[in-house]
């Protein structure tokens, strides 16, 4: 095998939540921990996640510095067909380009909609930045689209989750990150020392600690993630018999942090 | 009533979200919701969030950019006795101070742990930044810490907010954003022009507009968000009034976007 086959190649992502019912604390983000399980599975790798306002300023200069420092960049919420639905005029300014009505997706919208109910509000969910490529949707009709390494997409979880299953194969992932999870009813404190000292002697994973407290339960969950089955597994067997040396029953994939 | 009694006094915040283990998914987060609600009671408009690595770079250079643009952070998560716990190391580089051993952090954690129970690990939960001051844990002890305008929590939620209930007399807020929800089984671009007239004859107030498809049941929830009472109320009646016109009935409360 070639040295340039097992090279790993890291592909990063970043998230932007568009919406002021998120930060006003009114609605509870669902959308964030899909797509990083989806982007985890395609081998990128979500390094930064922003929730941001309907605010254009904000929303141009965080898509400009977010696009330019990542791979991939997701944003949701914000492409409806109201007043406050602003997203894809930010993404058309962000890339210096005009917003325009996209042929097919006024299209498609024709034929969702009953004759004479594709009013302009309506309209606006056809308007993309220009050169976008539209993202087709399973379930409303109205796209999202792609512009450069941008994809945006809706806010509501069920349209969202529609529209990025079928984006998926534009897509192209690194190096996929692999993870195994141990839990045990010892307290973290007891665990700690020893822990570090196998995060040294495995620096190529990332090995995070994570108490949980639960109905009279309580304990820790490690999560290890690397690159490397194989390293994986040496470290966990270190790990079960670190566990079992303080007197703990180590269970393999019980997440409970 | 002078004319600087009314003047409006915005306090903003900004919360960071420290921790792999909500970019993989693997966590959904549950802190951000919790206090972008308490937060808005006290008057201080939450204006983004950031969910950032367990990356040393990253978290002091994001701690020092989001500390110099907003009036409060908060931020969540590594703050335990265990190697990826870094977040305290990250806030003292980030003010350019020491870490150091908080006497009065050590002696709680003296008291809570049975003797000879207070290892190393553990007592990195006593360490600060120097100039910290301790933020009281009803909860398990290891206390949070504020330095200047930077409030450092733990990631796990019932501690997270037995700690913030606890610090909120530090917290000085401006005027307080008020918010009135209106529901209706419309459908969203059936609205969406009115809507857009009447945030126009309101610039003071947000509106927004929440589609919701739940259990075969869909309609959209509107949001009026201002600080003066009156102009929510007239808002909501103009916004009545135009919802039976367009053959809804508007229900006050019952959010569901």
Known sequence: MDVSDTERRIVTACVLIIGNEILSG?????????????LTELGIRLREARVIPDDIGVIVSTVNEVRSAFD????????G?????ITAQCVADAFGVPLIVHPEAKRLLETHYPPGQLNEARLRMAMVPEGAVL????????PGFQIGNVFVLPGV?????????????RLVGGTK????????????????????????????LEIGSYPYFRRGDFGVTLVLRG?????????????????????????EGLSEA
């Open 135 to 142: 993202l087709p949707n399973p379930i409303s009709r109205a």
């Open 81 to 85: 067909p109201t007043h406050d639905d």
């Open 157 to 169: 979880p069920s349209i969202m989750q529609g529209i990025f299953e079928q984006l998926k194969h």
């Open 26 to 38: 009114r609605t509870q983000d669902a959308n964030l921990a899909f797509l990083a399980r989806g």
């Open 227 to 251: 690159t490397e089955k194989v390293r994986l597994a040496a470290a966990v067997e270190e790990l079960n018999a670190l566990i079992r040396t303080l007197g703990g029953d180590p269970q």
């Open 72 to 79: 991939y960049v997701f944003t949701t919420g914000g492409i």
């Open 177 to 204: 990150m692999l993870s195994r999870s141990i839990s045990c009813h010892l307290a973290e404190g007891a665990l700690a020392k020893d822990l570090g000292a196998l995060q040294v002697r495995y620096p190529d």
